[in-house]
């Protein structure tokens, strides 16, 4: 039984990676900055190595090393940056944002308001606004998007930017 060439193993690894670059991409909630700069820098890299293992055969060792590239660009990096886009700051956020849109929909308004994200906020035990300071130690509420939202009212870093352009469009990133 005759093995497969490498040549068809190097396609058939960037159809790999092509396809979990998509599906890595497509998993993450559209509400987020997906870093998508990020993730098609790791998909041309990927590829680059792909075109490596099919064009150059002579070195044992450039073969390895571009295979553990095309393992890194094309599996790991993808996997990870989607594991690690929604903490759960940014998954707090989320449905927040999920909450004030629902909100201003029943209201019939076209637009979310910063009241709306707030009452959604207070509703799930959260706060709006910047960090307590001062001597008091009291929270300042946000008037203006992007709001800073927190799960916990005295929570300090790790914060999550919530904001809305053209009426219902909401926007998750970390601050």
């Known amino acids: 039984m005759q093995s497969v060439s490498p040549r068809i193993r190097a396609l058939a690894a960037a159809v ?12 993450v909630d559209s509400r987020l900055d997906r870093h998508w700069i990020l993730r098609g820098i790791t998909l041309i890299l990927a590829l680059c190595c792909a075109a490596l293992l099919v064009t150059d055969q002579t070195r044992r060792l450039r073969q390895i090393v571009t295979a553990i590239g095309l393992l890194m660009f094309g599996f790991v990096f993808p996997v990870t940056q989607t594991t690690w886009s929604t903490p759960p700051e940014i998954d707090f956020a989320l449905a927040v944002a999920t909450d004030a849109s629902n909100a201003a929909t029943k209201d019939v308004r076209s637009a979310v308001t910063v009241q709306d994200v707030r009452e959604a906020t207070e509703a799930r035990g959260g706060a709006v ?11 300042r509420g946000g008037d203006d998007f992007p709001l800073i939202v927190r799960a916990k009212p005295a929570q300090g870093r790790p914060w999550a ?12 990133r970390a601050c």
């Not at 790999?16 to 998993?27: D, E, K, S, T, Y």
């Open 16 to 27: 790999v990676c092509i396809v979990i670059a998509l599906a890595a991409g497509l998993a």
């Open 129 to 139: 606004g910047s960090l307590p300071t001062g001597p008091k130690s009291e929270i």
């Open 161 to 172: 930017c919530v904001s809305f352009t053209n009426g219902f469009e909401a926007k998750v």
